[in-house]
């Protein structure tokens, strides 16, 4: 790269005005500050928090099975009766007031497992949801990555598309100057306003890619990382997997990492669990139950008794519930285990699709620095032979698109290597940040 800088006027100054915008901005924004935005502002990211405390509530729903239940009842009822008085044939009606006040505490004792085998689908469960906050996380590390470095290639192609509108403004002048000396045809002069339309209309289009990118990039971070101006300071990606390990060790690393797989082995736990639980359903469930009752049919009360029991409940039959709980929770696990098999193959391509195309960014990186060195030399000696007279307006032209293209092809790649390699930390299962967990 230092080759090329030394033989690339243009690109020197283009890192300049990049340098210089950056230090008018009012705010630098690293990568790192903007995934720390990220994980405090996302609002997906908020919505699985909020799952996850979901799940963590009903984990303790399902234990308070284990705690006595304490309840409270006040109850009135006002009876009416009609009466029947065989001497006469008058009827009589008979109406009767009842109030009661009445507290109890009732305790599971035993049902054969199915209250623990609730507890233990609730914590599966649970586990699950972690797991999905986890792989949300960093997804979002990910996006965020991809976005940042999206907005600086944006940036880049930009301030050469100015570069060469600048240039195509100075090669019109110089037409139209060597048009009215004579020297060159009117043709020249033509195909110079031609090519600063098309310059403008390039500008016009990189400029549209670079808003539409920085919208892109604030949605994932929730909110602007600025109240003012901000610019995003350009930076390497540094990273947490080796790309020199082979593509075996890393799809075996990917397997072992992907939280995806132990949320789906967490829910295959969860529904194995549930499993046992509809199958308890058919057995007893035993109870202990004590009261303490005021009644009476008028205020104050005046009556008090107490009664103290253990009760047995065995369903004997359900019309059929039992069975389709039983059957729903089969086809659930089945289902479950399948797609972890899915899952596996589908980490393994994504894997192999990450690391070929990291590869083949690299050796693409490779071969636009030559042709960039290339195309330079290429539009200086053009540039010669169009001052000299040797030349038409033809081949400046195409030594200048060249040039353009290859410097826009260089800075595609080298961010797209940037975001290839966060799609492989994604894919393996690793990230050099992760949202810290006071964030949840």
Not at 105 to 134: C, N
Not at 281 to 298: F, K, M, Q, R, W
Not at 393 to 403: D, G, K
Request: charged residues 20%; aromatic residues 8%.
């Amino acid at each position: 790269m230092s080759n090329i800088n030394q033989n690339i006027p243009l690109l020197i100054s283009g890192l300049i005005i990049f340098i210089l915008s950056s230090v008018q901005a009012s705010e630098i924004i690293t990568l790192k500050m903007a995934l720390k935005i990220a994980c405090e502002k996302n609002p997906l990211l908020s919505v699985s928090r909020s799952d996850l405390q979901s799940a963590s509530a009903r984990v303790i729903q399902a234990k308070a099975a284990y705690y006595p239940q304490l309840n409270a009842s006040i109850r009135t009822n006002r009876n009416w009766r009609e009466l029947n008085n065989n001497s006469s044939m008058n009827n009589n009606n008979e109406i009767t007031d009842n109030y009661a006040i009445e507290l109890s505490v009732s305790q599971h004792l035993f049902d054969f497992g199915k209250t623990s085998a609730q507890v233990e689908s609730s914590q599966q469960t649970l586990r699950a949801f972690e797991k999905s906050y986890e792989i949300v996380e960093k997804t979002l590390v990910r996006d965020v990555k991809q976005a940042f470095f999206e907005v600086l290639k944006q940036k880049q192609l930009v301030i050469v598309a100015k570069e060469n509108l600048e240039f195509r403004n100075q090669q019109l002048k110089q037409a139209c100057a060597l048009y009215q000396k004579g020297l060159r045809p009117k043709i020249d002069l033509t195909r110079g306003e031609v090519d600063v339309s098309q310059a403008k209309l390039n500008l016009v289009i990189v400029e549209y890619g670079q808003k539409d990118a920085i919208i892109a990039f604030e949605k994932l971070l929730g909110a602007s990382p600025a109240s003012e101006g901000y610019s995003l300071l350009e930076a390497s990606n540094s990273s947490a997997i080796t790309t020199t390990l082979s593509l075996d060790d890393l799809i075996q690393t990917a397997i072992e990492n992907n939280p995806e797989i132990d949320s789906l082995k967490a829910q295959s736990k969860a529904a194995e669990a549930a499993l046992f639980s509809a199958r308890r359903n058919a057995y007893p469930g035993l109870n202990a139950n004590c009261s303490y009752i005021y009644d009476g049919d008028s205020l104050p009360l005046d009556d008090q008794h107490w009664k103290v029991g253990i009760y047995l409940n065995w369903p004997l039959f359900t019309g059929f519930r039992q069975t389709g709980q039983v059957n729903e929770t089969k086809s659930n696990l089945n289902k479950l285990n399948a797609m972890l098999e899915h899952l596996k193959l589908s980490i393994k391509q994504a894997v192999s699709k990450a690391y070929f195309k990291l590869k083949t960014n690299q050796e693409t990186i490779t071969n636009a620095e030559i042709s960039l060195t290339q195309a330079s030399e290429n539009l200086a000696i053009a540039q010669g032979r169009y001052r000299a007279g040797i030349s038409d307006a033809i081949e400046l032209n195409a030594a200048q698109v060249l040039y353009t293209e290859s410097r826009s092809t260089l800075i595609r790649a080298t961010f797209e290597r940037h975001k290839a390699l966060a799609e492989l930390e994604f894919a393996v299962g690793v990230n050099y940040f992760e949202c810290k967990p006071n964030c949840r």
